[in-house]
């Protein structure tokens, strides 16, 4: 067979897979309207019912969300599956209204990208000066959400979230992991003159043995976000700043050495706060807050049911109560839904061995799809 006949064959070969590809497509198109019109018709049920400003259900879509990643035939990933259906679902949500989500500002923040990853894009993204001003506005009602850090793989819990559960009665109503890449960048294209280093403090710690090695002596100043430290980049030819790829996107920012965190799997826990309770999914986690008596063996007293109902406990620690010196509270994260049979039975024991229980939130589990 003579070379033009070959290239004439695949040339047809390939113009009939574009036409099945443009043919699929067609479908893809005409199925996300149909979806988005059973959407439509939920918010219609809901409103008439008497639901007029939120139509969102944690526990829904995290079961849309399993449900696509176990039903995948490939090629595409879990991942990339669960993606394209968080964007739908809330490209769906956002016709009737979307949502309103603080996060810790400014534009550019690890935060934002939670927020993103959980809630999609088509939400209404509201940055927050700080991490107080998303519990107030939550608990005010200025947005439905809002999504705070609680602890990093590397540096441990961030106290200030945990304090803003002591302070406020928002309710948890989801968790997101997201794995942390820090980058070094700059206004200038190259290190030369750079003398500050900015970053928040979390980052910072986050990239201790980095900068040693690379950059010894370096005056670094800690600010309120990640995002902050790119704009101060960004105004000053003299500084670099450590933050994620949106930051120097958003700032215009060179990046000058990618992923400096001195951990690799480094991995920040989000959590997600509301004001309504979220229904069980099968696949949950009960925050708690709660005292002791001041006396041996009363924690271990707290830990006794727990154990006793075949309870996993994923987290405890300690903070201070504020109420008096070296008087604390305990966080403790267990598995389960506060709506279970067993974990509502060691919950009711609970009450009568410790001197506050105060339930933060049942919600779904971060999806752990492998990356």
Excluded at 330 to 355: I, K, N, W
């Amino acid at each position: 067979m003579d070379q033009p006949n070959t290239q004439r064959q695949t040339a047809e070969s390939l113009s009939d897979i574009r036409q099945q590809i443009d043919a699929v497509d067609d479908q893809l198109l005409e199925l996300l309207s149909r979806r988005a019109g059973f959407a439509q018709k939920v918010a219609e049920i809901k409103q008439a019912a008497g639901e007029t400003t939120c139509f969102y259900r944690p526990e829904r879509e995290t079961d849309v969300l399993r449900r696509a990643a176990a039903n995948n035939p490939g090629p595409l990933s879990d991942v990339a599956v669960a993606r394209f259906f968080r964007e739908v679902m809330s490209e769906c949500l956002a016709l009737e209204h979307p949502l309103e989500v603080a996060f810790l500002g400014p534009a550019g923040t690890f935060s934002q990208q939670a927020a993103h990853k959980h809630f999609g894009h088509a939400i209404a993204a509201r940055p927050a000066a700080s991490l107080d001003d998303i519990f107030r506005q939550v608990a005010n009602q200025t947005c439905h959400y809002g999504v705070v850090p609680v602890e990093n793989s590397t540096e441990g819990s961030i106290t200030r979230t945990l304090d803003g559960f002591i302070r406020s009665d928002v309710l948890i109503a989801g968790e997101v992991q997201l794995r942390i890449h820090h980058n070094l960048m700059a206004g200038s294209p190259g290190l030369d003159g750079i003398d500050t280093v900015f970053s928040h403090e979390q980052s910072l710690a986050q990239c201790r043995t980095w900068l040693e090695q690379h950059l010894p002596g370096i005056r670094c100043n800690a600010v309120s976000s990640n995002a902050e430290a790119a704009r101060l980049a960004s105004l000053n030819p003299a500084a670099a700043a450590i933050a994620g790829l949106t930051a120097a996107e958003e700032y215009r920012l060179h990046v000058l050495v990618c992923n400096i965190e001195d951990e690799p799997d480094n991995t920040t826990r989000f959590l997600v706060i509301g004001r309504s309770p979220v229904g069980p999914t099968g696949h949950d986690k009960t925050s708690l807050l709660l005292a002791t008596h001041n006396h041996p063996g009363a924690l271990a007293r707290v830990l006794e049911p727990f154990a006793r109902h075949g309870i996993g406990l994923s987290k405890i620690e300690s903070r201070p109560s504020r109420r008096m010196a070296w008087d604390y509270l305990f966080f403790m994260d267990v598995e389960g839904h506060q709506q279970d049979a067993l974990l509502t039975q060691a919950l009711a024991e609970l009450t009568e061995r410790v001197t506050l229980l105060k339930i933060l939130g049942s919600y779904p589990r971060a999806l752990n799809l492998s990356e």
